[in-house]
C-alpha cells in the first residue's frame, strides 16, 4: 500500500471490537459473515486490537474451528485466500463451546472475554429466533451488556406480530433501542444505496416522483433455488414472512419515503416508518383479489430437472405454504395516491432477479409513430442483483428518414474497477454495527408496523379452504400473478 492509502485506511478503521458469534458453525456465518470480515481485514480497516469468537453446542477445538472456517471460506471468496493474509486473520478467530441456554456456560464466555478486556462488544446472533430472549438473558445475568454493548438480530425476528413483540419486549428490556441491530441484508446492497443517492442527492426526479408521473411501480425478488435442504424451517416461514415482510416492504419503503430533513438515523427511519403506516390493509375478501400465493411444481431450471416443493426433503406432503407471492399493494398518501405497487418473489422461478421498475405515464397525446407498447415506453430499472444497474429507457428517434420512435436506454453501470472496491452487504452491515451507525437497521415501531400490515394476509389465508396456487419450477410464477397485473393493463418486467 502507498502512503496514501495506509492513510485513507487507517481514516476509515473500525475501533478495537469483540465480535461474538453466535451460531458460530452456522451456514451464515460460514458463507457470509466470516468472508465478509474477512475482505474488511483484507481493506485494512480491523484495527489492531479486534477478536471474533465464534460460539456454538459443536464440541471442537479451536484448530478444528479455524480448519472448518477456511474451507467454507474458500468456497465464498471469489478471489481465493492468500495464505499469509489469512494465517495472519485467522489469529483473532477463537471459538467457544456454549449452551445458549445454560446460564452457567455464560461464565466461561466473561472469562474469554476478560482476558483480552475492550470496550465495545458486539453480539451477532445467527441462531434461531427462539433463542434470542434467552441469550440476552443470560448475557445480562453474566454482566456482559454494558453500555457500550450491541446485539444484533438477524430475520425472521418472530413469527408473527405478537411473537415479534414479546421478543422486542423481552431483548429490550435488557439493552436499550439504540444498541439494538435488527439486520436486514437487502438494505446493504450497494444498488439500495444508489437509490437512496437517486432519489435525495439529485434534483431531476424529484417532480417526477409521484401521482401523475409514475403509473406503477413493480419490486420483484426472484430466485431459482429451491429451499436447499432447509425444508423443515422453510416449511414454518414461507414467502411472505421470509421476503415480503422484510425485503420487499424494506424496498418499498425506501422507494416511497419522504426525503428526511437530516441524514440521521432516525430521520431516515421515521420516513420509512410512515410508509408502512400509510400501506392500504389487505384483510379479509380483499386478500383474495390482491394477492397470489403459489407453491413451485417439479420442472427444469437452468436446463436441470428439479422436484416439486412437496417432494423436498423434511416437507409434509399435504403443506400448503407459500414458495410464491405476488401482490398488489397502495400507498393511501397525497404523493402516491391511486398508484398501484405490483411486488412479487418466490423460489425456483425462471431467473435470478432483483429488481425496482419505476414506470411513468405516458405523453398526453402521441404526436409520433412509435415501435413500442405502452410497458415499454419510459421506464426506470434498478436491478439489485445479480449485477447492480441502473437503467431508464426513452423514446428516441429510429435512424431513418420518417419520423419513427423506438426505445432506447441510458445505463449507469459500475465500472470494474469500482466493482472491485464495493462492499457485500453483510460487510457494510457488520462495519456499520461496529460504528454504531444505525440507519440501515429496523426500528422496533418499523417492525411492528410491517407486521401490522402482514398479519391479515396470512390470517385471510388461514381462513380459506383455497391451496396455493401450482407453478411449474423455472417459470414465472402462477398464471394468476400475470392475471393480476394484467388486470391494469400491464405486465411484469421482463414477460412477453
Same mark, same amino acid.
Given at each position: 500500500?502507498?502512503?496514501?492509502?495506509?492513510?485513507?485506511?487507517?481514516?476509515?478503521?473500525?475501533?478495537?471490537?469483540?465480535?461474538?458469534?453466535?451460531?458460530?458453525?452456522?451456514?451464515?456465518?460460514?458463507?457470509?459473515? =466470516?468472508?465478509?470480515?474477512?475482505?474488511? !481485514?483484507?481493506?485494512?480497516?480491523?484495527?489492531?486490537?479486534? *477478536?471474533?469468537?465464534?460460539?456454538?453446542?459443536?464440541?471442537?477445538?479451536?484448530?478444528?474451528?479455524?480448519?472448518?472456517?477456511?474451507?467454507?471460506?474458500?468456497?465464498?471468496?471469489?478471489?481465493?485466500?492468500?495464505?499469509?493474509?489469512?494465517?495472519?486473520?485467522?489469529?483473532?478467530?477463537?471459538?467457544?463451546?456454549?449452551?445458549?441456554?445454560?446460564?452457567?456456560?455464560?461464565?466461561?464466555?466473561?472469562?474469554?472475554?476478560?482476558?483480552?478486556?475492550?470496550?465495545?462488544?458486539?453480539?451477532?446472533?445467527?441462531?434461531?429466533?427462539?433463542?434470542?430472549?434467552?441469550? &440476552?438473558?443470560?448475557?445480562?445475568?453474566?454482566?456482559?451488556?454494558?453500555?457500550?454493548?450491541?446485539?444484533?438480530?438477524? #430475520?425472521?425476528?418472530? %413469527?408473527?406480530?405478537?411473537?415479534?413483540?414479546?421478543?422486542?419486549?423481552?431483548?429490550?428490556?435488557?439493552?436499550?433501542?439504540? %444498541?439494538?441491530?435488527?439486520?436486514?441484508?437487502? =438494505?446493504?446492497?450497494?444498488?439500495?444505496?444508489?437509490?437512496?443517492?437517486?432519489?435525495?442527492?439529485?434534483?431531476?426526479?424529484?417532480?417526477?416522483?409521484?401521482?401523475?408521473?409514475?403509473?406503477?411501480?413493480?419490486?420483484?425478488?426472484?430466485?431459482?433455488?429451491?429451499?436447499?435442504? *432447509?425444508?423443515?424451517?422453510?416449511?414454518?416461514?414461507?414467502?411472505?414472512?421470509?421476503?415480503?415482510?422484510?425485503?420487499?416492504?424494506?424496498?418499498? &419503503?425506501?422507494?416511497?419515503?419522504?426525503?428526511?430533513?437530516?441524514?440521521?438515523?432516525?430521520?431516515?427511519?421515521?420516513?420509512? =416508518? #410512515?410508509?408502512?403506516?400509510?400501506?392500504?390493509?389487505?384483510?379479509?375478501?380483499?386478500?383474495?383479489?390482491?394477492?397470489?400465493?403459489?407453491?413451485?411444481?417439479?420442472?427444469?431450471?437452468?436446463?436441470? $430437472?428439479?422436484?416439486?416443493?412437496?417432494?423436498?426433503?423434511?416437507?409434509? $406432503?399435504?403443506?400448503?405454504?407459500?414458495?410464491?407471492?405476488?401482490?398488489?399493494?397502495?400507498?393511501?398518501?397525497?404523493?402516491?395516491?391511486?398508484?398501484?405497487?405490483? =411486488?412479487?418473489?418466490? #423460489?425456483?422461478?425462471?431467473?435470478?432477479?432483483?429488481?425496482?421498475?419505476?414506470?411513468?405515464?405516458?405523453?398526453? !397525446?402521441?404526436?409520433?409513430?412509435?415501435?413500442?407498447?405502452?410497458?415499454?415506453?419510459?421506464?426506470?430499472?434498478?436491478?439489485? %442483483?445479480?449485477?447492480?444497474?441502473?437503467?431508464?429507457?426513452?423514446?428516441?428517434?429510429?435512424?431513418?428518414?420518417?419520423?419513427?420512435?423506438? $426505445?432506447?436506454?441510458?445505463?449507469?453501470?459500475?465500472?470494474?474497477?469500482?466493482?472491485?472496491?464495493?462492499?457485500?452487504?453483510?460487510?457494510?452491515?457488520?462495519?456499520?454495527?461496529?460504528?454504531?451507525?444505525?440507519?440501515?437497521?429496523? *426500528?422496533?415501531?418499523?417492525?411492528?408496523?410491517?407486521?401490522?400490515?402482514?398479519?391479515?394476509? *396470512?390470517?385471510?389465508?388461514?381462513?380459506?379452504?383455497?391451496?396455493?396456487?401450482?407453478?411449474?419450477?423455472?417459470?414465472?410464477?402462477?398464471?394468476?400473478?400475470?392475471?393480476?397485473?394484467?388486470?391494469?393493463? &400491464?405486465?411484469?418486467?421482463?414477460?412477453?
Amino acid at each position: 500500500m502507498t502512503a496514501a492509502q495506509i492513510t485513507q485506511a487507517s481514516a476509515r478503521r473500525l475501533p478495537d471490537f469483540d465480535l461474538v458469534l453466535f451460531g458460530g458453525t452456522g451456514d451464515l456465518a460460514m458463507r457470509k459473515l =466470516l468472508p465478509a470480515l474477512f475482505r474488511r !481485514y483484507l481493506a485494512g480497516q480491523f484495527p489492531a486490537r479486534a *477478536r471474533i469468537l465464534g460460539i456454538g453446542r459443536t464440541n471442537i477445538e479451536r484448530d478444528e474451528y479455524l480448519a472448518l472456517v477456511e474451507e467454507n471460506s474458500r468456497k465464498y471468496l471469489p478471489a481465493g485466500l492468500d495464505a499469509t493474509r489469512w494465517t495472519a486473520f485467522s489469529r483473532l478467530l477463537d471459538y467457544l463451546q456454549l449452551d445458549a441456554t445454560s446460564a452457567a456456560d455464560y461464565s466461561r464466555l466473561g472469562a474469554r472475554l476478560a482476558a483480552q478486556p475492550l470496550p465495545l462488544r458486539v453480539f451477532f446472533l445467527s441462531t434461531a429466533p427462539a433463542l434470542f430472549t434467552h441469550v &440476552c438473558r443470560n448475557l445480562a445475568a453474566a454482566s456482559l451488556v454494558t453500555p457500550e454493548a450491541r446485539i444484533v438480530l438477524e #430475520k425472521p425476528l418472530g %413469527q408473527d406480530r405478537g411473537s415479534a413483540a414479546d421478543i422486542n419486549e423481552q431483548v429490550g428490556a435488557l439493552f436499550p433501542e439504540r %444498541q439494538i441491530y435488527r439486520i436486514d441484508h437487502y =438494505l446493504g446492497k450497494e444498488a439500495v444505496q444508489n437509490l437512496l443517492a437517486l432519489r435525495f442527492g439529485n434534483a431531476l426526479f424529484e417532480p417526477l416522483w409521484r401521482r401523475g408521473r409514475i403509473r406503477h411501480v413493480q419490486i420483484t425478488v426472484s430466485e431459482q433455488l429451491g429451499v436447499e435442504g *432447509r425444508g423443515a424451517f422453510y416449511d414454518q416461514t414461507g414467502a411472505l414472512r421470509d421476503m415480503v415482510q422484510n425485503h420487499l416492504l424494506q424496498l418499498l &419503503c425506501i422507494m416511497a419515503m419522504e426525503p428526511p430533513a437530516v441524514d440521521h438515523p432516525d430521520a431516515v427511519r421515521d420516513e420509512k =416508518l #410512515k410508509v408502512l403506516r400509510a400501506l392500504r390493509p389487505l384483510e379479509g375478501p380483499t386478500v383474495a383479489s390482491h394477492v397470489v400465493r403459489g407453491q413451485y411444481r417439479a420442472g427444469a431450471v437452468g436446463g436441470t $430437472p428439479v422436484v416439486g416443493y412437496l417432494e423436498e426433503q423434511n416437507v409434509p $406432503p399435504e403443506s400448503t405454504t407459500e414458495t410464491f407471492v405476488a401482490l398488489k399493494a397502495h400507498i393511501d398518501s397525497w404523493r402516491w395516491a391511486g398508484v398501484p405497487f405490483y =411486488l412479487r418473489t418466490g #423460489k425456483r422461478l425462471q431467473e435470478q432477479v432483483g429488481e425496482i421498475v419505476v414506470y411513468f405515464e405516458d405523453v398526453p !397525446y402521441p404526436i409520433f409513430e412509435t415501435a413500442t407498447s405502452v410497458n415499454t415506453a419510459n421506464r426506470l430499472v434498478i436491478s439489485l %442483483q445479480p449485477r447492480d444497474s441502473i437503467t431508464l429507457t426513452l423514446l428516441a428517434k429510429t435512424p431513418g428518414e420518417n419520423m419513427r420512435l423506438r $426505445p432506447v436506454e441510458l445505463r449507469l453501470d459500475m465500472p470494474e474497477t469500482a466493482r472491485a472496491s464495493q462492499l457485500d452487504a453483510y460487510e457494510r452491515l457488520l462495519s456499520d454495527v461496529i460504528k454504531g451507525r444505525l440507519t440501515l437497521f429496523m *426500528r422496533r415501531d418499523e417492525l411492528d408496523a410491517a407486521w401490522r400490515w402482514i398479519d391479515p394476509i *396470512r390470517d385471510a389465508w388461514a381462513q380459506s379452504d383455497e391451496r396455493p396456487r401450482g407453478y411449474t419450477a423455472g417459470s414465472w410464477g402462477p398464471a394468476a400473478a400475470s392475471a393480476l397485473i394484467a388486470r391494469d393493463n &400491464c405486465t411484469w418486467n421482463g414477460e412477453v
